[in-house]
C-alpha cells in the first residue's frame, strides 16, 4: 500500500472513531442499530479481504463473472428476506424478495448487457451486476418493510375496505400502496443531483482512469437510469407479491 494515501493511519485511527461516531449517534438517537453498525463494519472488513481475490479470478472469465453475479443474487435475496423477516413472517417471502429482486435487476442488465450497450466483458458485467442487484435490494428491502409496516399501523383501514366487498389485494393495495414508491426516493435524488452534489464512483473511476469526462458521463448515466428501472420493477413486484400473500392479522406486525 503507497504509503502517499494515508490509508494506513485511516485504518488504525479514524475507521475505529467512524464506528464509534455511528454507534453514539445511533445510541442517542434511539434507532437501535448500534450493534448493526458494529456488525456491518466488521463483516465488511473480512468480506471485503476474502472477496479480493475470488474477484481477481471472477475478471479473468466473462462465465467466472456471471457466477459471481449470480452469488450477489442470492445473497441480496437472503438480505431483503432477512430484513422483511423482522417486520412480519409471511409464507415464502425469500420467493418473494427473490423475484422482485431477479426481474428488476436481470431485465435491466439484459437491457444493458445483450444489446452491447455496456461491453460484454467481465470488467464491465461484474461491476456492473453489483450496482444494479444492490440498488434493486436495497428498493425491495425498503418497500416491502415500508408497506408491511403501514399495513400493521392501518389494519383497520384494511379490513374496512374487505367489509365494503374489495378483494384482499385490492385492499391492501388501497392502504398501502402510496408508500411504496418511497423506496425509490434515493435513487431519484442521486441522478436529481449527480455532479452537483455528487460525484459517483463509475464516473471518477473512469476519469482517473483516462476515459474522457462525456464518456465518463455517459457511462455514469447509464448506471443511473438503470438503476431507476430496475428499483421500480422491483418495488412494482413486491407491491403485487405482498398484496397476493398470505398476510398474517395486521396486529401482529411490527411498525
Known amino acids: 500500500m503507497s504509503p502517499d494515501t494515508g490509508l494506513g493511519l485511516a485504518a488504525v485511527v479514524v475507521l475505529p472513531l467512524l464506528i464509534v461516531i455511528g454507534v453514539a449517534a445511533s445510541r442517542y438517537a ?47 435475496t437472503f438480505t431483503s428476506t432477512r430484513r422483511l423477516h423482522q417486520t412480519a413472517v409471511i409464507p415464502q417471502q425469500w420467493m418473494y424478495c427473490g423475484t422482485a429482486i431477479g426481474l428488476g435487476a436481470f431485465v435491466v442488465l439484459l437491457l444493458l448487457i445483450g444489446p452491447g450497450v455496456v461491453p460484454r466483458n467481465p470488467a464491465t458485467i461484474l461491476p456492473m451486476g453489483g450496482i444494479i442487484i ?24 384494511f379490513e374496512a375496505g374487505l367489509s365494503i366487498g374489495l378483494l ?10 402510496p ?7 434515493p435513487a431519484l435524488d442521486q441522478t436529481r443531483t449527480v455532479g452537483l452534489v455528487s460525484l459517483p464512483g463509475a464516473f471518477v473511476g473512469m476519469v482517473l482512469g483516462g476515459a474522457s469526462p462525456t464518456e465518463a458521463a455517459a457511462l455514469q448515466l447509464v448506471v443511473l437510469l438503470g438503476l431507476i ?3 421500480s420493477i422491483a418495488i412494482l413486484a413486491i407491491t403485487e407479491l405482498l398484496a397476493r400473500a398470505r398476510l398474517p392479522d395486521g396486529r401482529t406486525v411490527s411498525s
Open 30 to 76: 434511539g434507532t437501535r442499530h448500534d450493534k448493526g453498525i458494529v456488525t456491518a463494519a466488521l463483516r465488511a472488513v473480512v468480506q471485503l479481504a476474502a472477496v479480493g481475490a475470488v474477484v481477481g479470478v471472477a475478471l479473468q472469465h466473462t462465465l467466472g463473472a456471471i457466477a459471481f453475479v449470480l452469488v450477489m443474487f442470492v445473497i441480496a
Open 134 to 157: 444492490g440498488g434493486t435490494m436495497t428498493a425491495t428491502t425498503l418497500a416491502g418493510r415500508r408497506m408491511l409496516s403501514e399495513y400493521g399501523t392501518r389494519f383497520g383501514e
Open 168 to 177: 384482499p389485494p385490492d385492499a391492501f393495495k388501497l392502504v398501502v400502496g
Open 179 to 185: 408508500v411504496a414508491g418511497d423506496a425509490l426516493l
Open 229 to 231: 428501472a430496475s428499483e
